[in-house]
C-alpha cells in the first residue's frame, strides 16, 4: 500500500496552516476570542475539488487550486463529516490508519460557518459562501419571516434557484472526467445534493461495503473522481459528544472504513481524506436561551443559524441595540457583529449581491464551548451535546490527508 501525508504549504499571507489561529479584539473591549478565519483561495473546501482536478490533469477556469496534490488518473474524496483535524489529532490513538496519514500535520480550513450544508456546498461547487449563499444551518429566506434549513430543505424552494451556479462536480463532468457522488440513498435528489452536487452521477449506498464496492467499480473509468461521504461520526458526537465511548467507537470504524477503502483501490488511485468541520460539546452551563434571558429577543424579528453561530435577522431600525444587548449578555461568551463587519472580515469570502440578504443583521459567533440556544423556536437543538458552526479552531481546522 503507497500512502503519503500532504505536506503543509503557506496560506495567502504566508501563514502556515496549522497556524491559522488568530486573536481579534472584541469590539466593544472586552477579553479577545481566538478564532480561525477561512483559508479561502488556499486550503479551504473550497479550494479542494479543483486541485483535485489539476491533479487529474484538468484545470477549472476562474478557480484557483491552492492545494498541491499528486498527479493520478483517479480520485477519491472520502469526506468525514465532523472529523475536525484538532479530534483527529486528539483521539488519534483510536484510528492508527487516518493518524499516520496525518504524520506531516497537514490541515485546510471549513468556511463560515463551520456547518455541514455550507461546508459540503463549498466542497461540491468549489464557492466561498458568500457567492454559493447557503450561509448557515438556517438562513432567511428573503423578503419573508421564514427560515430555509439547508439540510431539510424546503418543497417550495428551488435548490437550482437558491444556488444557481455550476457545481465543481459538473464542470469536471463537463470537461470528460467521470464523476460519481456516493451517499445514503435518502439524500438522493434533496435540495442540498442538488444544490452542491448536480452534474455527478448519484449511487445510493448506505452500507461500507457498498460504498467500498461503488467506489472501486467508479476508480474503472479514467479520468475519474468519486465523492464518497459518511455521516455517523457526526450525528453520533452530536447525540452523545467528542468525549464519549460511541464517538470514540464510531471513529474507530470510520478509521477501518478509510483503511480498507484504501486497500479495495488500484494502487493508481489516490485517496483523499477531509472532513467539513469538527465539533465541541456544550455543557449545560455554558448555554445561553435566549428566551429565559430578558431583552435578548427585544428588536429579532427571526432567529437563524445555529447554537454556535447565530444570525440575527432585526426589525428596522433595531441593529444598535440588538449588537449592544446582546454583546452584554455574551460578554466572554461570544463575538457579536454586524453584517457588515462580518462581510469586512472575510467569514463569507466575496459575497454576491443575492446572498446578502440570507446573512443575518447582526451575527454571534461563539467562543470557548459556549451555545445561544432558544427552546422555544430551536427544542431539539438544545437535547445536543455536540455542536459546531464557530470559528474555533477545533470547529475550523479539518485534515486533509493523501492515501
Known amino acids: 500500500m503507497s500512502s503519503a501525508a500532504l505536506p503543509p504549504t503557506n496560506n495567502a499571507a504566508g501563514t502556515p496552516a496549522e497556524h491559522l489561529a488568530v486573536t481579534t479584539p472584541e469590539i466593544d473591549g472586552t477579553s479577545p476570542a481566538v478564532f480561525t478565519p477561512p483559508a479561502y483561495g488556499d486550503r479551504s473546501l473550497a479550494d479542494v475539488i479543483p486541485s483535485v482536478a489539476?491533479?487529474?490533469?484538468?484545470?477549472?477556469?476562474?478557480?484557483?487550486?491552492?492545494?498541491?496534490?499528486?498527479?493520478?488518473?483517479?480520485?477519491?474524496?472520502?469526506?468525514?463529516?465532523?472529523?475536525?483535524?484538532?479530534?483527529?489529532?486528539r483521539y488519534g490513538h483510536v484510528a492508527p490508519y487516518l493518524s499516520s496519514l496525518a504524520a506531516g500535520g497537514a490541515t485546510g480550513t471549513a468556511g463560515v460557518p463551520s456547518t455541514t450544508a455550507t461546508s459540503l456546498t463549498s466542497l461540491g461547487t468549489g464557492l466561498v459562501p458568500?457567492?454559493?449563499?447557503?450561509?448557515?444551518?438556517?438562513?432567511?429566506?428573503?423578503?419573508?419571516?421564514?427560515?430555509?434549513?439547508?439540510?431539510?430543505?424546503?418543497?417550495?424552494?428551488?435548490?437550482?434557484?437558491?444556488?444557481?451556479?455550476?457545481?465543481?462536480?459538473?464542470?469536471?463532468?463537463?470537461?470528460?472526467?467521470?464523476?460519481?457522488?456516493?451517499?445514503?440513498?435518502?439524500?438522493?435528489?434533496?435540495?442540498?445534493?442538488?444544490?452542491?452536487?448536480?452534474?455527478?452521477?448519484y449511487v445510493g449506498a448506505d452500507r461500507v461495503g457498498e460504498r467500498i464496492a461503488a467506489a472501486v467499480g467508479a476508480t474503472a473509468h479514467q479520468p475519474s473522481l468519486t465523492y464518497v461521504y459518511d455521516s455517523d461520526l457526526d450525528w453520533t458526537g452530536h447525540k452523545f459528544g467528542?468525549?464519549?465511548?460511541?464517538?470514540?467507537?464510531?471513529?474507530?470504524?470510520?478509521?477501518?472504513?478509510?483503511?480498507?477503502?484504501?486497500?479495495?483501490?488500484?494502487?493508481?488511485?489516490?485517496?483523499?481524506?477531509?472532513?467539513?468541520?469538527?465539533?465541541?460539546?456544550?455543557?449545560?452551563?455554558?448555554?445561553?436561551?435566549?428566551?429565559?434571558?430578558?431583552?435578548?429577543?427585544?428588536?429579532?424579528?427571526?432567529?437563524?443559524?445555529?447554537?454556535?453561530?447565530?444570525?440575527?435577522?432585526?426589525?428596522?431600525?433595531?441593529?444598535?441595540?440588538?449588537?449592544?444587548?446582546?454583546?452584554?449578555?455574551?460578554?466572554?461568551?461570544?463575538?457579536?457583529?454586524?453584517?457588515?463587519?462580518?462581510?469586512?472580515r472575510g467569514w463569507f469570502g466575496a459575497v454576491q449581491p443575492?446572498?446578502?440578504?440570507?446573512?443575518?443583521?447582526?451575527?454571534v459567533a461563539c467562543h470557548g464551548?459556549?451555545?445561544?440556544?432558544?427552546?422555544?423556536?430551536?427544542?431539539?437543538?438544545?437535547?445536543?451535546i455536540g455542536m459546531h458552526g464557530s470559528l474555533t479552531s477545533t470547529e475550523m481546522l479539518i485534515p486533509i490527508l493523501v492515501g
Open 242 to 344: 467528542v468525549a464519549s465511548s460511541q464517538w470514540l467507537q464510531q471513529l474507530a470504524m470510520v478509521d477501518a472504513q478509510a483503511e480498507h477503502l484504501r486497500e479495495a483501490l488500484p494502487a493508481s488511485t489516490r485517496l483523499l481524506v477531509v472532513a467539513d468541520h469538527g465539533m465541541v460539546d456544550s455543557p449545560r452551563e455554558a448555554r445561553v436561551d435566549v428566551d429565559e434571558v430578558d431583552g435578548m429577543r427585544d428588536g429579532v424579528a427571526l432567529l437563524g443559524g445555529e447554537a454556535r453561530f447565530r444570525h440575527l435577522y432585526c426589525s428596522a431600525g433595531a441593529v444598535p441595540d440588538v449588537v449592544d444587548t446582546w454583546r452584554e449578555v455574551l460578554a466572554g461568551q461570544a463575538t457579536v457583529v454586524t453584517r457588515e463587519d462580518a462581510i469586512g
Open 130 to 201: 458568500g457567492a454559493h449563499g447557503l450561509v448557515g444551518f438556517t438562513a432567511r429566506i428573503p423578503g419573508t419571516d421564514r427560515l430555509l434549513n439547508h439540510l431539510w430543505w424546503d418543497k417550495d424552494i428551488d435548490p437550482l434557484a437558491w444556488q444557481p451556479h455550476p457545481t465543481a462536480f459538473g464542470r469536471l463532468a463537463h470537461a470528460g472526467v467521470h464523476v460519481t457522488s456516493v451517499n445514503k440513498r435518502e439524500f438522493a435528489g434533496s435540495g442540498l445534493t442538488v444544490a452542491s452536487q448536480r452534474g455527478a452521477t
Open 369 to 384: 464551548d459556549a451555545a445561544v440556544v432558544s427552546t422555544r423556536d430551536f427544542a431539539y437543538e438544545d437535547t445536543l
Open 354 to 363: 443575492g446572498v446578502r440578504p440570507r446573512l443575518g443583521d447582526v451575527m
Open 54 to 89: 489539476r491533479a487529474l490533469g484538468v484545470a477549472l477556469d476562474g478557480h484557483a487550486a491552492g492545494l498541491e496534490l499528486p498527479p493520478a488518473p483517479s480520485y477519491v474524496v472520502f469526506l468525514v463529516d465532523g472529523m475536525g483535524a484538532e479530534l483527529l489529532s
